[in-house]
């Protein structure tokens, strides 16, 4: 009852406000975050120290105040994404290179979007069904409120956009094998079983890359496309792709997953501030044996997308 008098009295009627009117909002929260609640300090401050070890505490703290503005844009940006019309999110999203998926469409290639939590994603799942010819597809995990789960996926699909949860995905994909397709997902989180992740060294650390997106693809033979947001100024994103396989057959055990995180690895190093520092991406601890499972990892994965037809 709480969650739907909030969203109906203080949310929603926010969000019909101008952007620039919401932003006075969130302007207000940042400076509490740098002056009075350090928003997750300690967290973000590790995984930032450990991210770039070359830099000073005062740079860590620069760079953490830096994302707490990022963080309450995007925050900004979020409540105007249940409102916001087509016509301004056309202008305010724009793909760099569109002719990448046009030219996809046009071979029949259903196409797995994968990038990370960086800059404006939110406003991406909304949208895409704006910007390309194939039928928008959204990977998402239920939010542990059942009427904020419902209402945010009613708002991010009014375009077009179709929700899966991530546990429906193999189904809805044999589903929808005759459709081209593009489907949408953020690989950067922390996988739930650490035995199943592709660990690689990411960010100056060893980390559990989710293997999902690179399984969908071997399994379904969908083109792989990563995908970076850039922000040219408060409120504008361009998107920018980067074809990574439109074959994943001819591709090796671990390829598509290096690829993509390499190529998210590269934007942040290069605009740290802007990729969600706040949540625990290195909570899975190194498997004891390393070798021996990436060994057994790349047997089954070979076993079962390279073994040759008798």
Partial sequence: MF???AYHLVVYPISNLPIRVIYLFTDFLYLLLVTVFPYRKKVIEQNMSRSFPEKSTAEIKKMRNQFYRFFTDLLAE????????EKELRKRLVVKNPEIM????????????VS???NNWEWLITGQSLLFPHQAVGIGMPMSS???????NQRRSRFGMIILHSKNVRTEFEA???????????ADQSPGDSTKAYWMNFLHQPTAVAFGCEQLAHQHNQAVVFFILRCLKRGYYEMELTVITENPSETDWGFISESHTHLLEREIIANPARWLWSHKRWKRDVPTDLEALKKEQKAKFDSKFKSTPQ
Wanted: proline share 0%.
């Fill in 146 to 152: 059942k009427y904020w789960d419902k209402k945010i």
């Fill in 3 to 5: 969650a739907k008098i």
């Fill in 102 to 113: 046009d030219d996809l469409f046009q071979k029949g290639k259903s196409v797995l979007l």
């Fill in 78 to 85: 979020g409540i105007k994404n249940l409102s916001i019309s």
């Fill in 116 to 118: 990370g939590h960086y």
């Fill in 176 to 186: 929808m094998r005759d459709q081209i397709f593009a489907t949408l997902t953020l």
